[in-house]
């Protein structure tokens, strides 16, 4: 770590590990509903344990592309960040608007749309957020003594996301109006400008692992967020062919949609190809680890399952099932989740200056955590499939279809227990690293690997 | 060999490019005359529905356009499968609905809530799918006019 306001990423980090936990807590209240067992409905009815699981997810994926902001931009731009005292102000913020959403779920108070149930209310003080968030970053790299690309494309995630949070604001008395608008929230965050967030986080990350040449890796970054963008916007298509408008996106949606992949595919070998042209020498092997894994495993989530189910032929049967859940929960984990751990394990022995990056704990924790979502995702993708084929093609009634998939619930529960279990090594892990040091300043091994 | 100036041209000229299709195919999909949604029945009791949708988060259990949780029922064609007083003793009932032994909140809606929520899934019942309205309820296509 060269400057020492990247030590308030450290805070921004650890929100993430808390919310991560309470995500998971409620995921499983979730899953045994599924199976039968819902004593807690009066006090966290399934919508509310939903719109909480999602949320937090949400929220604190946020939090970690904000921290890992404050890490990465004032090393890129060669400077502190332009005030301490803000990043903090909005850390805290953030937490507060976070935890009265939260809250307010549990008591009836949202707005009931996908992913976009907070409140209108809330929303306006999201925007001040995220404003004084950019404020601060913006700020900072311009003021830099230098504007890398890596930094440029980040930072341009992060300014579309919040641009792209506009449209969920407005209220529309149609609902097929409605979900078209909160489709470009929804899926131009995640099937769009977050893949920038994710390519500026992994291009810094193979910069400082790797050692490979800035020029090499920063010219291939633009090409994957070109593909991004180019089969990503017009892939909105694919969220529009069921809900009520015109025909148009079914030729739109199933093109472009159906090229999605390849941006993933890039992302997996330039990931890959950068690994083994570089240096093999960095110590931070956890780092590297959960940095390749991002990259291979949103290829398999966002990219292979995506398209499993995204041309219309197929998504007429499979739109509206656990098909979709069985997906996103894969690509969340691959291309979001695992890169938010990936700068978190990096950072963190530079930010403590405590060198724990080879521990057994951080190897078991990568292993358990992804065997264990794959082995939820297959549980979730069997379900779908069966109840695809009990509900839609043999015209079974809904509750005696999810009686059937049950058991697949049973299964998704063991190996969920096994994700907790290395979540929950990551976090021991985490918190052992301690609070940040000065003297980390001081230690600085890295400049000699990649100078 | 691409240098990297060509693939800034690369990843900014085709943003440009698919970003402004877009906005030209979002105008074409919103134009009146592509309309399938039939615009012109939304009452304000369907507006009213759909506020009472949103602010109980309905979504978050039961799907609607093949949108939602996936937990409860399909509703894009409940009136057609339920009918509508068997709609409105559900979300009036004291007790919760449990088919199967799984519960949906007990709402216990005034006569005047209920009805909103029938028009609302009445309208969002009548709305052309692309097909989909044929594959999302089976138990209802028998019913559906073609």
């Known amino acids: 770590m060269k400057y020492k306001s990247q030590q308030v990423a450290y805070w921004f980090f650890a929100l993430c590990m808390l919310l991560f936990a309470l995500q998971i807590v409620y995921g499983f209240i979730m899953g045994f509903a599924r199976i039968g067992m819902d004593g807690l409905h009066d006090w966290i009815p399934f919508n509310t344990a939903r719109a909480v699981h999602t949320n937090l997810l949400v929220v604190w994926l946020l939090t970690g ?60 003080l999201v925007v001040i957020n995220v404003l004084l968030f ?28 919040a641009l792209l949070y506009l449209p969920g604001m407005i209220w529309f008395d149609s609902q097929v109006t ?59 298509g694919h969220h529009y062919y069921y809900i ?15 090229l999605e ?10 990931a890959v190809y950068m690994y083994r ?24 989530g966002a990219g292979l399952l995506g398209f499993a189910h995204t041309l219309p032929q197929t998504n007429l049967y499979t739109h509206g099932t656990l098909v979709t859940a069985m997906h996103g929960h894969y690509a969340f984990w691959g291309a979001y989740v695992m890169i938010v751990l990936a700068i978190i394990s990096y950072a963190m022995p530079n930010i403590t200056g405590r060198k724990r990056h080879d521990k057994t704990n951080g190897h078991l924790a990568f292993w358990l955590s992804n065997i264990g979502m794959l082995g939820m995702v297959v549980a979730l993708g069997v379900a779908g499939v069966v109840q695809v084929y009990l509900e839609r093609r043999l015209s079974m009634d809904f509750m005696v279809a999810q009686e059937e998939v049950k058991i697949h619930f049973v299964v998704m529960l063991l190996c969920a227990t096994m994700f907790a279990t290395g979540i929950g090594i990551y976090i021991y892990e985490f918190i052992k690293y301690g609070r940040p040091t000065d003297e980390a300043l001081t230690k600085n091994e890295e400049a000699v690997l990649v100078s | 060999m691409l240098s990297k100036s060509q693939a800034r041209t690369f990843f900014l000229g085709g943003t440009v490019v698919t970003f402004l299709i877009f906005i030209g195919l979002t105008i074409y999909s919103m134009a009146p005359s592509n309309d399938q949604s039939n615009h012109q029945n939304i009452t304000e009791q369907v507006i009213k529905g759909k506020h009472i ?37 559900i979300l009036q009932s004291p007790i919760p609905w449990a088919p199967n032994g799984r519960k949906m909140v007990a709402y216990e809606m005034n006569d005047e809530d209920a009805e909103a929520m029938v028009e609302y899934l009445k309208w969002i019942g009548e709305i052309d799918l692309n097909g989909f309205e044929r594959i999302v309820s089976p138990l209802a296509k028998d019913k559906i006019k073609d």
């Open chain 1, 65 to 124: 592309f904000m921290g890992a902001a404050y890490y990465i931009i004032p090393e890129e731009a060669q400077r502190e960040l332009v005030s301490v005292k803000l990043a903090y102000v909005q850390l805290i913020s953030l937490a507060v608007v976070g935890v009265a959403a939260i809250t307010g779920y549990h008591f009836n108070i949202w707005e009931g749309r996908k992913f976009l149930e907070i409140p209108r209310e809330l929303d306006y």
């Open chain 2, 53 to 89: 949708w949103e602010t109980n988060n309905c979504m978050g259990c039961h799907a609607i356009l093949g949108e939602g949780g996936y937990y409860a029922p399909e509703l894009t064609k409940v009136i057609d499968r339920k009918g509508a007083p068997m709609v409105k003793a």
């Open chain 1, 244 to 258: 009520g408008v015109n025909k148009i996106w079914l030729i739109v949606g199933g093109v472009f949609s159906a």
């Open chain 1, 134 to 161: 950019l404020g601060i970053i913006l700020a900072t790299l311009f003021k830099g003594k230098r504007q890398t690309t890596t930094a440029l494309v980040m930072t341009m995630g992060l300014v579309f996301a």
């Open chain 1, 261 to 270: 992949p390849l941006a993933f595919l890039a992302m997996a070998l330039f």
């Open chain 1, 277 to 300: 042209k570089g240096e093999k020498n960095h110590p931070n092997k956890i780092a590297l680890f959960w940095t390749i894994g991002a990259a291979i495993v949103s290829f398999i």
């Open chain 1, 178 to 236: 409605d979900s078209f608008f909160r489709w470009w929230v929804v899926h131009l965050w995640v099937e769009g400008v977050w893949e920038l967030i994710m390519g500026g986080i992994l291009a810094f990350l193979l910069i400082k692992l790797t050692g490979v040449d800035r020029e090499v890796i920063e010219k291939w970054l633009y090409v994957i967020v070109g593909l991004t963008f180019l089969s990503g916007i017009l892939g909105t």
